[in-house]
């Protein structure tokens, strides 16, 4: 049975929200502060944790960057209606998703059980074989989940390395938002979601600009998001094999730049 965490100052709300997902086959756990949410999230106990931005004592943003320092739990942020810059601020400390008030339980539930979904950083994808996916200086093993840059160790989140597993594997080619949405979060694309381009910048920080100073993640206007190939490597992509994902046609690197 997954546990959850819900950490919200709203008592009644935590109430009837707690209830209802009891109902749907989850242990529920609820603390009503920022100070004693943060001790029960560090535990490590729990498969999820629903966050409200709004908490006494401390904040939920504030809540969430000290919780990322020693942990990669999966988080759900609560926010406010309206209130983009709580909603960037929560993707771009290490929220997973982030659902606003107010909402239906159904909408939350929907969330929750596609946030669950999603690999998490210690597993392997399934059953596939692993692999090493190789684009220029930028190494990636699905079988640690590990990446690295120019030899270096770039640390990401579970959904960034699941984002970027996609991007690489389309290198050169263009991944609309709306299939990284599905793909990668689990749940339909909307115009307003801003949680796709959030985690893409913040990718693009880690990984830096290539060598050249060109972008390695290139936005293509309206529609979504292509890794960019240097010339080298697009002098190789015919000697990569194709894969199928989701019934999409998938590039898989390995042989490339070795």
Do not use: W
């Not at 669950?116 to 692993?130: F, I, K, Q, T, W």
């Not at 579970?158 to 263009?174: D, K, Q, S, Y």
């Not at 694309?189 to 050249?212: E, G, M, N």
């Not at 240097?230 to 199928?244: D, H, I, P, W």
């Amino acid at each position: 049975m997954d546990s959850i965490l819900l950490i919200d100052d709203d008592v009644e709300m935590c109430d009837r929200l707690g209830q209802y997902l009891q109902c749907e086959g989850f242990h529920i756990d609820t603390v009503h502060n920022g100070e004693q949410g943060l001790k029960r999230a560090l535990l490590g106990d729990h498969s999820l944790i629903v966050l409200e931005v709004m908490l006494p004592k401390i904040n939920g943003i504030e809540l969430l960057r000290r919780l990322r320092t020693e942990s990669n739990a999966r988080v759900l942020f609560l926010t406010t209606r309206g209130e983009e810059v709580d909603r960037i601020i929560g993707l771009e400390v290490g929220a997973d998703d982030y659902v606003s008030k107010p909402f239906s339980a159904r909408e939350l539930l929907a969330r929750i059980r596609a946030i669950l979904r999603r690999p998490d950083a210690g597993s392997e994808v399934g059953m596939r074989r692993p692999e090493r996916i190789v684009i220029g200086d930028v190494e990636m093993d699905t079988g640690t989940r590990g990446v690295s840059r120019g030899g270096f160790k770039v640390d990401l989140t579970a959904l960034e390395f699941n984002i970027l597993e996609l991007l690489l594997r389309t290198a050169g080619r263009v991944v609309a938002r709306d299939q990284l949405a599905t793909m990668v979060l689990g749940r339909r694309f909307s115009p307003s979601d801003r949680s796709i381009d959030v985690h893409v910048c913040k990718i693009r920080r880690k990984l830096d600009r290539q060598a050249s100073g060109e972008e390695r993640i290139k936005s293509i206007r309206s529609v979504g998001y292509m890794y960019a190939l240097s010339g080298k490597v697009a002098r190789n992509l015919s000697e990569c094999e194709s894969v199928q994902i989701d019934g999409g046609e998938i590039i898989t690197l390995e042989a490339v730049l070795k």
